[in-house]
Every structure is written in C-alpha cells, then in structure tokens.
C-alpha cells in the first residue's frame, strides 16, 4: 500500500508575494485570485510568513487610531503596527507554519487542526516552496475509488496476517468497508480492522469477522472488546 503524503494532494502552482510586496498589490493579488492569504517569498523562495486578508484589515480597522496605547495588550500593539505598515514585511504573520514535503496526510491534518489553519504551505528541506495544502485538498484522499481501496486493504491484510487473510473477505462502497470471514483468534480480527482503518481513503470499518478463541485477556488487554 502506497503511503499517501501532502505531495499526492496539494497545488503545485502557488501564487506568492515577495517581501519587498506593496501593501496594494497584496491586495490585488488576493482579490485577483480569491484567496484570503498567500505565502511571502524571500529572495530564495523560502517562506518567511504568510499575509492574510485579516493582517490586510488591520489597516481598515485602525485607520486614524494607529498609534500605540500605554495598556495595550502584545496583540492589540502588534495590530496597530501592521495598520501603519506599507509593505508585506512588516503586515506578514510570522513564523509561517508549513509542513515538509513527504508528510503523511494523517500528520498534516493533525498539524493544520492543532495549529488551527486551513491551509499551510509545503516547503523542501530548505524551507523553500514547493505547493500549498488546504483543508480542502487533505479531504481529497476520500475520492480515492472503491476499487483502489479496496486493493489496498487486501494488500495491507495479506502483509500483515499472511495466509490468514485468505479467510478475510472485504467488500468496499463509498469507502466504507465490510469485513466478513472466520479467523482463530478475536485479536486476529482486531487486528485486521485496525490495519483497514489506516488506508487512505477508508470512511468507516464493520468487522463482522467470527472467531473461535477469545483471546483478549490473553493478548494482553485486560479488556472484553466487541467488534470494531
């Protein structure tokens, strides 16, 4: 099975600004192709920040009351300044939150819900820009066809349990995965459901696999599980 990783999902054309950017031509960039934020560039590609339509705003929301206040709090001084800048170095928000090239697609989701982004630039070793990833195209991996999981979760079975798959039965729709068969052991069972779960794709698992032995105790769980 085929590990699938932001490289599989994300845009490669990625429309950027360099630092030395004027505020108005941020603007026009944004409002030219729709987006709400767009990496800044330095002169090595490296991404340094991105600019948001709200770092934008700043400048909307000060305008004549952009001068510092003595109990202004770190964030409220630190939009006053961005409603004074002119250019994309002083209006980015930094540091940038990327994500390495080759990453999971499980890790960039974690990464984007935890650091509460929708999208997050992919960069190389370098830090240099290589693609954008969104929300959007992390959810692109549950367009994968039936007949493409379902391979993989056939694969990842027969890896993992050998002849034993051969007694495991999966039958796939809309990614949703149906497990049916006969193994010895109750964590032979789990086991294959767990392993379905983590290909790419998968929605949901039903493990309505029999078994002869429970042996949950004896794997170690302490625990009576059900059916996954």
């Keep these: 099975m085929r590990n699938w990783t932001v490289d599989d999902v994300m845009t490669r054309a990625v429309v950027s600004v360099a630092q030395a950017a004027s505020y108005r031509s941020v603007v026009d960039t944004l409002i030219e192709h729709r987006f709400s934020a767009v990496p800044v560039l330095d002169d090595f590609d490296r991404v340094t920040g991105v600019v948001s339509e709200a770092d934008l705003l700043r400048k909307i929301e000060y305008a004549g009351d952009d001068e510092p206040r003595l109990f202004d709090g770190r964030r409220r001084r630190g ?3 961005k409603a004074r800048a002119s250019g994309v170095a002083e209006l980015m928000s930094t540091p940038a939150i990327t994500v390495l090239t080759g990453t999971p697609i499980a890790a960039a989701a ?9 999208r997050m630039p992919v960069v190389d070793e370098l830090g240099r820009l290589i693609g954008i990833v969104t929300r959007g195209d992390l959810l692109k991996v549950h367009l994968r066809p039936d007949d493409e999981i379902h391979a993989d979760v056939a694969s990842v079975l027969r890896d993992a349990l050998g002849d034993g798959a051969k007694a495991i039965t999966a039958v796939v729709t809309g990614g949703l995965v149906v497990l049916t068969g006969a193994t010895a052991l109750w964590s032979t069972t789990r086991q294959a459901a767990r392993l379905a779960r983590q290909v790419p794709g998968v ?11 429970d042996d949950s105790t ?9 059916a996954a």
């Design 203 to 213: 929605v949901a698992v039903s493990d309505r696999i029999d078994f002869d032995i």
């Design 218 to 226: 004896d794997a170690g769980t302490g625990l009576g599980f059900g």
């Design 110 to 118: 974690r990464r984007m819900d935890a650091e509460k982004v929708k």
């Design 79 to 81: 939009a006053r300044t």
